[in-house]
């Protein structure tokens, strides 16, 4: 998109977080799911997991069809009062129109996702991120800019692309459930009579972190909001921050995943005492791994900015906001873990209510330095450093404290 211009690559920032924003809800609701088909795994309760998928399923069917009708009706009145600008708005209500068909493919591949990490069989989610980002590039070259007799569709040809890789997704976990043996392992795709029971069960969990994950997003959109009355270069350079800062996100994210699993699956086998090594462990592989990221983009920033935009003086603009982040991500490799093992015991309402605490913290000292004390973007992202120590250190004594070993699921 910052080839097509910085009112795209900014509309394509704030469309892209609202729509991740209402996504979170199915993506924490994959979460509770995934938290209690590991339990299940650990008891070595395999049959109960297709029934998890099932409901699951059904919810989640639900959730799809109303985003989809809210987006395809209200997105433009949603996003109204927020947006200063009218060729932002325009261009934001131009992307969510395409986006949102999307959505029934990105709940099933949470799902399929959540499945997969639950039964420790992370191989597939590799092949299909293979497949789901291949698609996307290409389609996105021919349909932004009209290549090899595709229409050139600019912002909207983005967000197509982007449905239609989740759609090729999707296919790829269809295709695999229903050729080989896990659908008759783990009894899927049986499709019983709903038992609100199991609806009740799956909810208990998944309730606070569909709302944490939600608010979490949500909170990111109101930041994204804030850059957007600091002017259209600024919300362009926060664009191709929050791109190549959730690209650095992703192995924390992961990692993440597998500690709710890994937490779960031990305490399902009745081996409480090594939760804390276990996260203790994760962590220093995360760490690891994410270090492997931010040594490149520490010494050639530019070279990676340039993927997003050939000018020169945005790129240049953006260069002090990439050291910044690159301080933030180290800090959230470090505590990210420690926060997922709260969920992964089971203990959703207390994930949320912590990530909540820290969350109005984080909008606070976003204002005081973009608002109030009128601050350039580089400085605003050190909000993020606030965030993220509040939540470790928050993380660390209630882990420390043991009161979660008392959650039964």
């Not at 493919?105 to 980002?133: C, E, G, Q």
């Not at 392992?185 to 009740?200: A, D, G």
């Not at 969990?205 to 994204?224: G, K, R």
């Not at 192995?251 to 009745?270: H, K």
Request: glycine share 8%; proline share 2%; aromatic share 16%.
């Amino acid at each position: 998109m910052g080839r097509v211009g910085e009112v795209e690559l900014g509309a394509a920032a704030i469309a892209g977080i609202f729509y991740i924003v209402l996504y979170m809800l199915g993506f924490g609701f994959s979460i509770g799911s995934q938290i209690l088909m590991a339990r299940r795994n650990g008891e070595g309760k395999l049959k109960d997991i297709g029934n998890i998928m099932d409901h699951s399923i059904y919810v989640m069917l639900i959730i799809g069809i109303f985003l989809f009708i809210t987006l395809r009706l209200f997105s433009a009145d949603v996003l109204r009062p927020f947006i200063a600008s009218d060729d932002i708005f325009n261009a934001s209500v131009i992307y969510l129109q395409y986006r949102i068909y999307g959505i029934f493919f990105a709940f099933f591949n949470v799902l399929s996702r959540a499945f997969f990490v639950a039964v420790t069989k992370t191989r597939m989610l590799t092949v299909s991120s293979i497949i789901m980002a291949s698609v996307n590039v290409f389609l996105d070259y021919v349909l932004i800019f009209g290549h090899w007799g595709f229409p050139e569709m600019g912002i909207g040809g983005a967000a197509l692309a982007s449905a239609i890789a989740e759609g090729s997704s999707a296919l790829f976990f269809l295709i695999y459930f229903l050729t080989t043996n896990d659908r008759f392992k783990y009894k899927l795709f049986r499709f019983p009579e709903i038992n609100f029971s199991t609806v009740r069960q799956i909810f208990d969990i998944s309730l606070f972190v569909m709302l944490q994950h939600f608010f979490s997003l949500a909170v990111w959109f109101v930041f994204f909001m804030i850059i957007e009355k600091m002017g259209e270069r600024s919300l362009a350079i926060a664009n191709i921050i929050r791109s190549l800062y959730m690209v650095l996100m992703m192995p924390v994210w992961a990692f993440s995943s597998t500690t709710n699993t890994l937490v779960s699956n031990i305490i399902g086998e009745g081996f409480s005492e090594m939760v804390i090594p276990i996260i203790r462990k994760v962590t220093r592989i995360t760490l690891f791994s994410v270090f492997l990221m931010l040594v490149p983009l520490l010494i050639m920033p530019g070279l990676f900015i340039r993927v997003y935009t050939p000018d020169a003086s945005l790129i240049a603009d953006s260069i002090p906001s990439v050291f910044v982040i690159l301080g933030a991500t180290a800090i959230f490799a470090l505590i990210q873990n420690m926060f997922s093992g709260i969920s992964g015991t089971g203990n959703t309402r207390d994930a949320l209510l912590i990530e909540s605490l820290t969350l109005v913290g984080y909008l606070v000292v976003a204002w005081l330095i973009g608002i109030k004390l009128q601050q350039p973007i580089t400085f605003v992202w050190f909000c993020e450093y606030f965030y993220y120590i509040a939540l470790g250190i928050i993380s660390y004594y209630y882990m420390k404290s043991r009161r979660w070993e008392l959650k039964v699921i």
